[in-house]
């Protein structure tokens, strides 16, 4: 205990120690916040190498440090990821040889900004992780074939080590980003580079607004909206998509927010993945560490920005 407490008092000003079950409570004194953010995080990767994990919250007026004992785990099997991503990878081929009739060209070209979405945003969770030497965030690729079985996207489940808010944006941001960079390189190449076939495959959401000014039957159009309007439904709200780990670094997640999220879904046809969403959320719930520390405001600027981004692109591109 005497360890414990010289550890915490190296960062902190300890006003109340109590004794709990699991481990000891301390209440510290108020802080600026970014003083209070940093000195978490130094806290936490002193304790990396302890029994323990620190668990910053606010219960009124008062800072409350929890001090807990880890709960010990058994290793991770990544088999379910592995054959929901194979899965995935499945349905796409599916999806373009099921539009197309034949496997050709004329297939690669439509199925390749989805596969490049799919395959950069489940490898950049685990890029990032390697890079911040920090456990990564848990996806699992949804299968299916837009506009068939509406049900492609991805969720994501809690990684009991995320450090704080800022953690939590990256950890979901990152992946979301290099997904949306590999649609907008097919997208900007099918500008330049025809692949046309006699017959549009998607309706475009605003079609009559924006009707004439792309080559709709152009298949690196196609197929980069039909990504477009997977990472669409991938940044709405909900808690266990990209979009509900982004909104959840700003502040807590809400059912209003869930809601909304689940009708949009449906309106788009992607009513089995909202369904997924209500049977996660339930199971599965993401509040980092620290939970007292905002989100830094240059994280605050990026979301507003890529939330804008996006919705100018699924209005323009995005399909039904």
Known sequence: MEDLESLVKKYFSVEDVFHTE???EFEIKSYDPSFLKNSFINLYSDMKSTEYLPKLIKLGNKYILKVTRRIEKSPKHNIYQILLLLASLGTILLDGYYKLGSYSEFMIAYEAPILAMLLLHEAFKYIISYLKKAEYMTSY???GIPGIIPLMGFINTKSDATVNRDALFDGAFYPYIAALFGVLAFLIF???VNVNIQKPLTEPFLSQLFRGYFNSNNLFLEGSAVGIT?????FLPATNLDGGLLISSLEKSSLALDLLSIIIMSFLGYFVLALAVIFVQNI???EPLDS????SKGRKIVYITSFIIIIALFAVFGTV
Do not use: C, E, M, Q
């Open 22 to 24: 699991n481990g000891y």
């Open 141 to 143: 690729a949804i299968p």
């Open 190 to 192: 099918g500008l330049k």
């Open 230 to 234: 997977i990472l669409f439904v991938n």
């Open 284 to 286: 599965h719930t993401t």
């Open 292 to 295: 007292v520390s905002p989100l």
